[in-house]
């Protein structure tokens, strides 16, 4: 079948390259795709990712019959009700369940309406009253702007000034816009993070295996977050014994939660979790394949990427079986200099090529091509991917794989799976 990837991150060129390998695959076409996908996938200029009648158009005349929505973007713009509205099969939540990612206040609210374990909270829509609860709450305190902020609109405050200078940002100088109109100030919660994605079909829960982000922008979790500069899988926190705990406390309730109140989930559910001393609790849902953690799950996944899909979307899970590979896998990220604030664009890569000939992967993220050489394109460059039978192994053949390449003013985390290998080392 020909298959249609929405979207252009190293997220989807994951995707891609997955799906490719699927017996069931004939073409894939990508919109907008990026250079990195452009071997397996034909990429698609001129139609926007929030356009759903351009994105239906586009599949009815490509012959499609599976769409694989990437961002929440076009996720909380309706982008798979559209396709389903025209017969063509999308893998990935409606609008009305990707909400559990579109406002943090719809997926607080149902967590406390659930009983889904998770940090305490206040919503505000008024800079004065949110400031009033920073102060009688203290700090540490986190202060997360309501909207879609490409993983930027939370701030972690340390202190009770930089949580109120957070209000002021978010709230009155408008730094993420109008996702900031409304802020959801909780409370800190301590602990490591793991990200646990699972594939639903609305009823079945089949989960990955668990993964860990690296959000801030230094090395030791240092700087503010980001889109995400490094992942690995498995993630060791991730015991049998808590990975078991968070589908019965947490997975199997959101989804009958969904399901009740009338917005089924199908598609991948993003749950990033804190493990704290009460058990693990959740950070905040995501509606899709996370970034960067898709980049080292998926190349885990021996099951075919395309029958689970369709087994989500027909609601077939529960007889779906999902093969994991016992390796590990790594995901350094390339960022450009200035990364997460304004960064250059349009410096040649040099040496990708190099990379995979010593049998790592390269995800792209922002680059563009243009007379055979790539370029950056964006603040996330490029991911560079090791799978190896240990995560040691992993991130030492990753690194290998990152000093082949080079762009102005790169830089990149030195400390990726740190939790894991400290974790490993006791
Ligand atoms: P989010 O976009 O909600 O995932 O938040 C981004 C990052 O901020 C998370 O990955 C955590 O590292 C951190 N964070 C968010 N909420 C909390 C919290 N309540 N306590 C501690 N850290 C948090
Ligand atoms: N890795 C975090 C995210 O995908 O939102």
């Known amino acids: 079948m020909n298959i249609l990837v929405v979207g252009s991150g190293a997220r989807e060129h994951t995707l891609v390259w997955k799906l490719a390998q699927s017996e069931k695959a004939d073409k894939i076409y990508a919109v907008p795709g990026n250079p990195g996908m452009a071997e397996l996938a034909e990429c698609v200029e001129g139609v926007s990712i929030t356009d759903n009648a351009a994105l239906v158009k586009l599949a009815q005349e490509k012959n499609v019959e599976l769409a694989v929505v990437g961002p929440e973007v076009p996720l909380t713009n309706g982008a798979v009700d559209a396709f389903n509205a025209a017969g063509i099969k999308a893998f990935g939540p409606v609008q009305a369940a990707a909400e559990i990612e579109g406002s943090k206040s719809f997926s607080k609210n149902l967590m406390k309406k659930y009983n889904i374990p998770t940090a305490k909270y206040e919503v505000f829509t008024e800079a004065e009253a949110a400031k009033a609860y920073i102060r009688a709450e203290g700090a540490p305190i986190v202060i997360k702007a309501d909207g879609l902020a490409a993983?930027?609109?939370?701030?972690?405050?340390?202190?009770?000034?930089?949580?109120?200078?957070?209000?002021?940002?978010?709230?009155?100088?408008?730094?993420?816009?109008?996702?900031?109109?409304?802020?959801?100030?909780?409370?800190?919660?301590?602990?490591?993070?793991?990200?646990?994605?699972?594939?639903?079909?609305?009823?079945?829960?089949?989960?990955?295996?668990?993964?860990?982000?690296?959000?801030?922008?230094?090395?030791?979790?240092?700087?503010?977050?980001?889109?995400?500069?490094?992942?690995?899988?498995?993630?060791?926190?991730?015991?049998?014994?808590?990975?078991?705990?968070?589908?019965?406390?947490?997975?199997?309730?959101?989804?009958?939660?969904?399901?009740?109140?009338?917005?089924?989930?199908?598609?991948?559910?993003?749950?990033?979790?804190?493990?704290?001393?009460?058990?693990?609790?959740?950070?905040?849902?995501?509606?899709?394949?996370?970034?960067?953690?898709?980049?080292?799950?998926?190349?885990?996944?021996?099951?075919?990427?395309?029958?689970?899909?369709?087994?989500?979307?027909?609601?077939?899970?529960?007889?779906?079986?999902?093969?994991?590979?016992?390796?590990?896998a790594v995901c350094i990220v390339m960022a450009a200099g200035g990364y997460p604030k304004s960064y250059n664009k349009g410096d040649e890569i040099s040496g990708l090529a190099d990379v995979a000939a010593d049998g790592s992967m390269v995800f792209h993220a922002g680059t563009s091509a243009k007379e055979g050489k790539i370029y950056t394109n964006g603040g996330r460059v490029l991911g560079v991917v090791s799978k190896a039978d240990g995560i040691k192994e992993a991130v030492d053949k990753a690194y290998a794989g990152v000093a082949k390449i080079s762009f102005k003013d790169a830089h990149f985390r030195h400390d990726i799976a740190h939790w894991a290998l400290e974790r490993l080392a006791k």
């Not at 190349?299 to 899909?309: I, N, Y």
């Open 151 to 328: 993983g930027k609109g939370v701030i972690v405050a340390m202190t009770l000034e930089e949580a109120l200078g957070a209000i002021d940002e978010i709230m009155g100088d408008k730094a993420f816009g109008s996702a900031g109109s409304r802020v959801v100030v909780e409370e800190f919660m301590a602990g490591e993070e793991v990200s646990v994605l699972c594939f639903t079909d609305g009823k079945t829960i089949l989960p990955m295996v668990p993964s860990q982000d690296h959000k801030r922008v230094f090395d030791n979790d240092q700087g503010p977050n980001t889109g995400g500069m490094g992942a690995y899988a498995p993630a060791p926190v991730g015991t049998p014994e808590l990975l078991a705990q968070v589908q019965k406390e947490i997975l199997e309730p959101t989804i009958k939660a969904m399901e009740a109140e009338g917005r089924l989930y199908k598609g991948c559910l993003y749950a990033g979790l804190m493990v704290t001393e009460q058990g693990p609790k959740v950070v905040e849902f995501n509606a899709r394949f996370g970034d960067p953690e898709t980049q080292v799950v998926l190349p885990l996944l021996e099951s075919d990427l395309v029958e689970v899909m369709l087994a989500c979307i027909d609601g077939r899970l529960a007889e779906t079986e999902v093969k994991w590979s016992k390796g590990a």
